[in-house]
């Protein structure tokens, strides 16, 4: 069997894992963008600060490289899903009976005039963050496009290296695609107590130079400002046009059922690329983050080579930092439900649960985690919590009596 993975990262390196463990003696090939070992792109903030060493970031390397799997360090351009092959940035093409798409989202690329000038960069890769490493201009200003989660972390670098930060927020609130207005303004809060200056509702216009770099920055508004660096962290859409009759109108994402099956026969999709069926809702949505996209790549590993896996919704759960907010997320975290219950936000955290029939399906905490492991479970198995609805939003309660009849029990 013939297995082609496209993309090196937490879905990727999953399912060659996945594929692994099943099928010892299939050949695998696997398609990366940067030529080096699959890495935590989370912790990219803190290698850019030169907190980490630039091996200290690789993750899993066992499963992203073990014996029989063929390394090709180029882009894939096309596929072919009729011929069952597909075709690299040097015009090689590949021949497959199992195909993974697994390649997340490409930078956004807005017509910025000036986009093109030195100074002007993102945050998506080891190669850019090396790169906001190197700016060592304290005091100097840098203009960053973007509120989500591509925008953020370069904003909270630049000021640990002391640099003035605008951001540029063309939404009307920061922390998306997380957060709703309640959420958001607590990381609104903090950003401005670090002395940030946010912009919200102004985007990015034209970049203007001088000797070939950044100068200055022209707002939609008009405005201009004096900067010395420009971050691009508008959010990238899905890379779905890779197999553009499988991708959703509505942001190009690749729809796959709950085997991570995209209806051409052979080909699987799994991470930010694609849109998950959810039969609650009756709609494909995303599931982004990290752990979502490795369950996924785990699954759709262990079906390319025989298997029966699904991935299930009520297992999604994100945690990570919006700015340096902590945020997790579970479940159905954005869906309507038939019941909702939110805590005011304070300077300590927020929270929102979603219920459906007695039951919770989704929940948002923002800052303070404590039970957040025990609502994660609640979800997942599908607890009624008929009357203690507003004891999960309390922190100073033991919710481990919903897990009970389980025998479980979590640490706070």
């Not at 670098?157 to 695609?177: F, N, S, Y």
């Not at 130079?209 to 010395?228: F, L, M, P, W, Y």
């Amino acid at each position: 069997m013939r297995y082609c993975v496209v993309g090196l990262g937490p879905a990727g390196a999953r399912a060659v894992a996945a594929i692994r463990a099943r099928d010892p003696e299939g050949e695998v090939r696997v398609f990366a963008d940067e030529a080096v070992p699959f890495y935590f792109r989370a912790a990219l903030p803190q290698y850019a600060l030169g907190r980490l060493r630039r091996e200290e970031m690789w993750a899993l390397p066992e499963a992203a490289s073990p014996d029989g799997v063929e390394r090709v360090d180029q882009p894939v351009t096309a596929v072919d899903p009729a011929g069952r092959s597909v075709r690299t940035a040097d015009g090689a093409d590949h021949p497959y009976d199992r195909l993974l798409l697994a390649c997340g989202t490409g930078s956004a690329a807005p017509e910025i005039p000036g986009a093109d000038l030195k100074g002007v960069g993102r945050f998506r890769t080891l190669a850019d963050a090396e790169a906001l490493r190197g700016l060592d201009e304290p005091g100097a200003r840098a203009v960053i496009l973007g509120g989500g989660p591509a925008a953020l972390p370069m904003a909270w670098v630049a000021r640990r290296l002391g640099m003035q930060v605008t951001l540029l927020v063309p939404e009307r609130q920061v922390g998306g695609p997380w957060l709703d207005a309640r959420g958001a303004q607590i990381v609104f809060r903090r950003l401005v107590e670090d002395e940030v200056d946010v912009r919200l509702g102004e985007g990015l216009a034209g970049i203007e130079g001088e000797r070939g770099r950044v100068a200055a920055v022209r707002t939609s508004g008009g405005k201009g400002i004096a900067c010395r660096w420009v971050g691009l962290g508008n959010d990238g859409a899905p890379r779905g046009t890779l197999l553009a009759e499988a991708a959703d109108p509505r942001d190009g994402a690749l729809r796959v059922s709950d085997r991570l099956e995209t209806g051409f026969d052979g080909v699987y999709a799994a991470g930010d690329v694609c849109r998950v069926w959810d039969p609650e809702g009756n709609d494909h949505v995303h599931a982004p983050g990290w752990l979502a996209a490795s369950l996924q790549g785990e699954a759709a590993g262990a079906n390319m080579a025989g298997g029966a896996a699904t991935y299930d919704l009520a297992r999604f759960h994100h945690a990570g930092m919006v700015y340096d907010v902590p945020l997790t997320v579970m479940g159905r975290f954005d869906a309507a439900g038939d019941a909702e219950v939110t805590s005011a936000p304070t300077a300590t955290g927020y929270r929102r649960l979603v219920f459906h029939d007695g039951r919770l399906i989704g929940a948002t905490v923002v800052g303070d985690r404590r039970h957040a492991e025990v609502i994660r479970r609640v979800i997942e198995l599908g607890v009624d919590v008929r009357g203690y609805e507003l004891q999960l939003l309390r922190t100073d309660v033991d919710l481990n009596r919903l897990l009970r009849p389980v025998g479980e029990y979590h640490l706070y």
